[in-house]
């Protein structure tokens, strides 16, 4: 079993900054790439940010320059710095690792989500 645990979500003024982490934590042999997606109301679920196994980084061109996708291997875990926020940046953000457990067994998980609220 695996499991991903973010904090870091909070509300914050236009041009703020904001950081999210993201720890994994159960059977894990390895970690093949962890990333950030988000979510507001109405919208489908898109990718922020990702960040593969050799360091390896992809953003979404609206974070561009803002944001930042960082990893700490020996922890498990994976941070989102999120400076110049803007309203748009308004949404559930989502942790994700593919992941290899002990049994060479390929997982997909989500963390719980993480509500980002950039308002005046």
């Known amino acids: 079993q695996v499991q991903l645990v973010e904090s870091g979500g909070g509300l914050m003024q236009p041009g703020g900054s904001l950081s999210l982490s993201c720890a994994a934590s159960?059977?894990?042999?390895?970690?093949?790439?962890m990333g950030w997606y988000r979510q507001a109301p109405g919208n489908q679920r898109e990718l922020v940010a990702t960040?593969?196994?050799?360091?390896?980084?992809n953003y979404a061109d609206s974070v561009k320059g803002r944001f930042t996708i960082s990893r700490d291997n020996a922890k498990n875990t994976v941070y989102l710095q999120m400076n110049g926020l803007k309203p748009e940046d308004t949404a559930v953000y989502y942790c994700?690792?593919?992941?290899?457990?002990?049994?060479?067994?390929?997982?997909?998980?989500w963390g719980q989500g993480t509500l980002v609220t950039v308002s005046s």
């Open positions: 159960g059977s894990i042999f390895s970690i093949k790439a």
């Open positions: 994700n690792a593919v992941i290899s457990n002990w049994s060479m067994r390929r997982l997909e998980v």
């Open positions: 960040i593969t196994s050799d360091g390896t980084t």
